[in-house]
């Protein structure tokens, strides 16, 4: 079974979650066949081993990992392969992956630039 993580910074503010608590509602009302969890690099959790055993849990066997983030800065480039790393030795037999950051996506950018046009 195929599932998800969608990853995000975290932060102290318990409001900054709110749009990664919609962005998983509206996975599971999109694709509600596909297991969607959400991870935070820190100050929020569940951590990414939490998500991933979770989903495990659940009977994951692949898991997809997606880094909400606007680009590769540092915590992409060198921390996250570090956990993503740690992770695929705790769970040997669940294939991981992760795909580039969100925002270097070229339709997540041409929707931000919608949205700016719509505000004018």
Avoid: Y
Avoid at 32 to 44: G, I, P, S
Avoid at 47 to 69: K, R
Avoid at 76 to 82: A, E, M, Q, S, Y
Wanted: proline share 5%.
């Amino acid at each position: 079974m195929k599932a998800i993580v969608l990853f995000g910074h975290g932060a102290r503010d318990i409001r900054w979650r709110e749009p990664f608590d919609r962005l998983a509602s509206l996975w599971k009302a999109q694709h509600a066949n596909t297991l969607v969890e959400l991870a935070f690099l820190e100050l929020m959790e569940p951590s990414l081993e939490q998500a991933i055993a979770s989903q495990v849990a659940s009977g994951a066997t692949e898991v997809v990992v997606v880094p909400v983030f606007f680009g590769q800065g540092g915590h992409l480039r060198n921390d996250f392969p570090v956990l993503l790393s740690a992770c695929q030795e705790k769970f040997p037999a669940v294939k991981l992956s992760a795909t580039p950051a969100v925002g270097e996506d070229l339709a997540v950018l041409q929707a931000i630039i919608d949205f700016g046009a719509r505000a004018l």
